[in-house]
Antibody, heavy 121, light 108 residues
Framework: QVQLLQSGPGLVKPSQIFSLTCAIS??????????WNWIRQSPSRGLEWLGR?????????EYAVSVKSRITISSDTSKSQFSLQLNSVTPEDTAVYYC???????????WGQGTLVTVSS | EIVLTQSPGTLSLSPGERATLSCRAS???????LAWYQQKPGQAPRLLIY???NRVTGIPDRFSGSGSGTDFTLTITRLEPEDFAVYYC?????????FGPGTKVDIK
């Protein structure tokens, strides 16, 4: 059974960097049929896709325009996990962050448990 | 970016009734790559329908999806108590994936 398990801090100070990790069990981060996504949800912005990484003979990353200048998504094949790093955070980045597996024809079929990240001093 | 609009915002119905949820896209969704998710409080969204009309394995057949182009519908034929939740549509036909704002189905 494929599972995604998220880890990372729940409280971050404004202007700082935060990182979240999503550990994959039962699948491979370098799968040729999956993409590994980060999505966040807040009352003001709803569900917002942030970006993804995937392997198709080489590694690719794609980011949402809204966060493109501040985001990095990376993968660690030795640990079968992928990570989100968001820089220069503000209170507007307060949200529940989810990792999710995306398949080309089905959308996001598998989600992590979610991590509430609060940006506050 | 494709903007998705969902209506109504809230649907108040009784168990056993039929629910019809609408999702409209600002431009045509490529290959009908339109998905529907159900979300309950404190949980991650759960994929119900993909490709506009394909039910995920294990999803009851009272859930059905239809539509193409810019207009899509999720129908729940007879609401069960566990179906009261928020439903989101999402397009994955372009690489800038977007979600609709959601329709809350609550108990009348």
């Amino acid at each position: 059974q494929v599972q995604l398990l998220q880890s990372g801090p729940g409280l971050v100070k404004p202007s700082q960097i935060f990182s979240l990790t999503c550990a994959i069990s039962g699948d491979s981060v370098s799968s040729n049929s999956a993409a590994w996504n980060w999505i966040r949800q807040s009352p003001s912005r709803g569900l917002e896709w942030l970006g993804r990484t995937f392997f198709r003979s080489k590694w690719y990353t794609e980011y949402a325009v809204s966060v493109k200048s501040r985001i990095t998504i990376s993968s660690d094949t030795s640990k079968s996990q992928f990570s989100l790093q968001l820089n220069s955070v503000t209170p507007e980045d307060t949200a529940v962050y989810y990792c999710a597996r995306g398949l080309t024809t089905t959308g996001f079929d598998l989600w992590g448990q979610g991590t509430l990240v609060t940006v506050s001093s | 970016e494709i903007v998705l609009t969902q209506s109504p915002g809230t649907l108040s119905l009784s168990p056993g009734e039929r629910a019809t949820l609408s999702c409209r896209a600002s431009q045509s969704v490529s290959s009908s790559y339109l998905a529907w998710y159900q979300q309950k409080p404190g949980q991650a969204p759960r994929l119900l329908i993909y490709g506009a009309s394909n039910r995920v394995t294990g999803i009851p057949d009272r859930f059905s999806g239809s539509g193409s182009g810019t207009d899509f519908t999720l129908t729940i034929t007879r609401l069960e108590p566990e179906d009261f939740a928020v439903y989101y549509c999402q397009q994955y036909g372009s690489s800038l994936f977007t979600f609709g704002p959601g329709t809350k189905v609550d108990i009348k």
